[in-house]
Nanobody, 126 residues
């Protein structure tokens, strides 16, 4: 079992920054991939960024150049640095984890992840 607890959400004006954190605990494994997803109001959950066990990263086109995913293995913490925030970034943000099923393909789909946090709300005002 893996437990994930997000923090760092809040309200910010457009152009501002926030850093989300996700504390990872439990039976983690060196071949885990970690990711951030978000659910905007009234929309489906969507992938934001993934970091795999080889430290390769994936970003959704909508956040490339503005968001950075990183992890601190010593602290067992996943981060999402969000800069130049836009109102369309408003969403509930979730971190996710699971063992990688392939060493070739970076997991980016919701179905690739079996462990989820409860979410942290990010609201960006114009």
């Amino acid at each position: 079992q893996v437990q994930l607890v997000e923090s760092g959400g809040g309200s910010v004006q457009a152009g501002g920054s926030l850093r989300l954190s996700c504390a990872v605990s439990g039976s983690t494994h060196s071949s885990y991939a970690l990711a951030w997803f978000r659910r905007p109001p009234g929309k489906e959950r969507e992938g934001v960024a993934t970091i795999d066990s080889a430290a390769r990263t994936y970003y959704a086109d909508s956040v490339k150049g503005r968001f950075t995913i990183s992890q601190d293995n010593a602290e067992n913490t996943l981060y999402l640095q969000m800069n130049s925030l836009k109102p369309e970034d408003t969403a509930m943000y979730y971190c996710a984890a699971d063992i990688m099923r392939s060493t070739i393909v970076i997991p980016i789909e919701e179905d690739d992840f079996g462990y989820w946090g409860q979410g942290t709300q990010v609201t960006v005002s114009s």
